[in-house]
């Protein structure tokens, strides 16, 4: 099985940029595994933030957007928020359902 | 509004079995595969398994191929999950998924609260 690898954790100063990225063992991530990124708040049920690499649903703020980055997928956060601070896990699709990465603990601090 | 509301967690021995299952409303159930995603404490996230919306096709983790059987009733708008020959390493918060629009693997779009499984004797 593929394995989807997250950075652990990632600091980043409120309003500052921040890029979070998803690699898979089996080669450059492409928009055929369909991307999808979660969010998941302390205590609380996870999230769907970005879906087939870039696409958005109605609640995801406008500060996140996702792309292909250097052979992985990425989820940037442009003006980070204190109620950014969360573990944020990429979801990469192979043939059938997909493998979830490790996640990344992001701290805005 | 979609809600999914998952049931039947709770504390089994190592070998035993729960049925899970996930009432849905609020959306046209067997319009969309649904997924279950487990998360031990103070784990990641671990896809389980997923079923197609009409329930014609099913995929397993391999670590749960043999032991978990999902199914769905379209007529009452559930998905269940069998577990069965339960080990420590299952416990965990079971979570209930719609899937994304056009999505067959049943990827997360929505998730339900979860129901807590512990396995330990």
């Known amino acids: 099985q593929a394995v989807v690898t997250q950075e652990p954790s990632v600091t980043v100063s409120p309003g500052g940029t921040v890029t979070l990225t998803c690699g898979s063992s089996?080669?450059?991530?492409?928009?055929?595994?369909?991307p999808y990124w979660f969010q998941q708040k302390p205590g609380q049920v996870p999230r769907t933030l970005i879906y087939?690499?870039?696409k958005k649903h109605s609640w995801t703020p406008a500060r996140f957007s996702g792309s292909l980055l250097g052979g992985k997928a990425a989820l940037t956060l442009s003006g980070a928020q204190p109620e950014d601070e969360a573990d944020y896990y990429c979801l990469l699709s192979y043939v059938g359902p997909g493998v979830f990465g490790g996640g990344t603990r992001l701290t805005v601090l | 509004e979609v809600q999914l509301l998952e049931s039947g967690g709770g504390l089994v021995q190592p070998g035993g079995s729960l049925r899970l299952s996930c009432a849905a409303s609020?959306?046209?159930?067997?319009?969309?595969?649904m997924s279950w995603v487990r998360q031990a404490p103070g784990k990641g996230l671990q896809w389980v398994s997923s079923?197609?919306?009409?329930?014609?096709?099913?995929w397993y983790a391999d670590s749960m191929k043999g032991r978990f059987t999902v199914s769905r009733d379209n007529s009452e708008s559930t998905l269940n999950l069998q577990v069965n020959s339960l080990r420590a390493e299952d416990t965990a918060v079971y979570y209930c998924?719609?899937?994304?629009?056009?999505?067959?693997?049943?990827?997360?779009?929505?998730w339900g609260q979860g129901t807590l499984v512990t396995v330990s004797s």
């Open positions: 089996t080669g450059p991530v492409t928009s055929g595994h369909y």
């Open positions: 998924a719609k899937g994304e629009p056009g999505n067959s693997y049943g990827a997360p779009q929505i």
């Open positions: 087939d690499t870039y």
């Open positions: 079923i197609t919306a009409s329930g014609g096709s099913t």
């Open positions: 609020g959306f046209t159930f067997n319009n969309y595969a």
